[in-house]
């Protein structure tokens, strides 16, 4: 009787809070908390929003969409969502969740355990299905590989873009921006502060480094520019000239509202 009691335990406390989960908490209530957990984590300036959540069993999320808005514009968009619970995690008494989603062609997966602590890796992600470069202004296309780490306080991110292509950029504040090819760097994102720790970006022109800040939209930024000097046209030279530190090194101030 002993082992049918314990039996009837284990199979009885999963399906009680399977029941609970589908039917007496509802689907408005769990995307508010949502909505509010992100919102609360930084200064204001970063928010989400959730488009289709439903539920499934066993904590079971997904939806239409996710989208990380910051500053009040569009930063990412996450299509066909899926959470689902990782039961590994609770031998460390935590609760995790395995993630899995769509950005553009690329793919979306991740690990996210609670208190807020997690990783998710983005695959050949589409640059020009990124609203965030979007609202830059800039013509870009390319496949973006990415690592992200998650804290409650703080988002930092490693990434490469091995086939970048940039056209008819608005941004001619940035120099010879068309002619690089390659691009990777990590970035960081505390409260409102977009950290570039560093971007460098390498084409048949020279080489380049991106360092500094965007708050609120703003940027502060410097690009070291190493260019070859003998694929400059006559345009070119003189437009980075007034830059010049020494032969072959120039430093160019990023400055403004983004668009």
Not at 14 to 23: K, T
Not at 172 to 197: C, E, H, W, Y
């Amino acid at each position: 009787m002993k082992i049918r009691a314990v039996l009837y335990l284990i199979i009885g406390v999963p399906v009680f809070f399977s029941l609970v989960w589908l039917f007496a908490i509802p689907t408005s209530l769990i995307q508010e908390r949502i909505e509010d957990a992100i919102a609360s984590s930084g200064d204001g300036s970063l928010s989400f929003s959730v488009s289709g959540l439903r539920k499934g069993i066993f904590l079971d999320l997904s939806a239409d969409s996710l989208t990380l808005v910051l500053d009040q514009q569009p930063a990412l968009e996450i299509v066909n969502f899926r959470m689902n619970i990782a039961p590994r995690h609770l031998s460390e008494f935590r609760l995790a969740f395995t993630i899995n989603g769509e950005m553009g062609d690329g793919k979306v997966h991740g690990t996210i355990k609670l208190p807020l602590d997690g990783t998710i890796h983005i695959e050949r992600a589409e640059l020009n299905e990124i609203p965030y470069l979007k609202r830059t202004g800039i013509d870009i296309y390319g496949n973006m590989t990415s690592e992200i780490s998650v804290k409650t306080d703080s988002v930092n991110a490693v990434f490469q873009i091995p086939d970048l292509t940039i056209r008819d950029s608005v941004m001619t504040v940035i120099p010879l921006l068309s002619s690089f090819r390659k691009m990777q760097g990590s970035l960081s994102l505390a409260g409102n502060n977009l950290k570039v720790d560093s971007v460098s970006l390498d084409g048949e022109k020279g080489y380049a480094r991106l360092k500094g800040t965007i708050t609120n939209g703003n940027m502060d930024l410097t690009l070291e520019l190493m260019p070859d000097a003998s694929k400059l046209n006559t345009m070119e030279s003189m437009l980075i000239g007034k830059y010049i530190i020494s032969p072959g090194y120039y430093l160019v101030p990023v400055r403004g509202q983004l668009p």
